[in-house]
């Protein structure tokens, strides 16, 4: 059976998902360790995401789960493994106060979604939190608390709507 991996933004991200808490400076090594960037599924990738620092992450994860981290996630090598291993374990976004910035580039290629958000210290493991992209807001729904994110250019949320840069240059020429 083959599993949705793009996103209805405004449909999807209304309903709460459960965080998964990291910290600052996550890099790609740690979402997926090198020894399996011969393998080119998702899905495949999602079984053993973060599988060096976090064993139970991939067994736990739920579809809809929402990663929340401090500054600086998806440091180091460029590839692009690591944002598939997190969209084949079908988590629905990832909110941290930054990003490295070719990780940013290759999530929202394969239609991955991000947020920049100054206040994710605030939210804490299996909080449930609702996110709206088109405003940038964030509500924890465990806390009935709220913070406010960068929101997504138009333009870059067509290309996440569409599953992906891909997705996005067939709609164009269509």
Known sequence: ?????????????????NVWRFGDDIDTDA????????INKPDELARHAFEGVRPEFARGVKAG?????????????????APLALKGARV??????????IFFR???????????????????????IEVDFGSGLITNVTKNETYQ?????DFVRGI???GGLIGYAQKMIE
Request: aromatic share 4%; with cysteine.
């Open 92 to 101: 629905k976004c990832i909110i941290a106060k930054s990003f490295a910035r």
């Open 1 to 17: 059976m083959k599993q949705k991996l793009t996103v209805d933004l405004e449909k999807d991200l209304k309903l709460p998902g």
């Open 160 to 162: 996440v709507d569409a």
């Open 149 to 153: 994110a960068t929101p997504l250019p």
């Open 31 to 38: 979402v997926i360790p090198g020894k399996y960037l011969t």
């Open 106 to 128: 290759n999530a929202i290629n394969i239609g991955l979604p991000l947020l920049e958000c100054p206040d994710t210290d605030k939210i804490e493991e299996s909080d449930h």
């Open 65 to 81: 789960d929402i990663i929340v981290a401090g500054f600086n996630f998806g440091c180091g090598s460029s590839r692009e493994h």
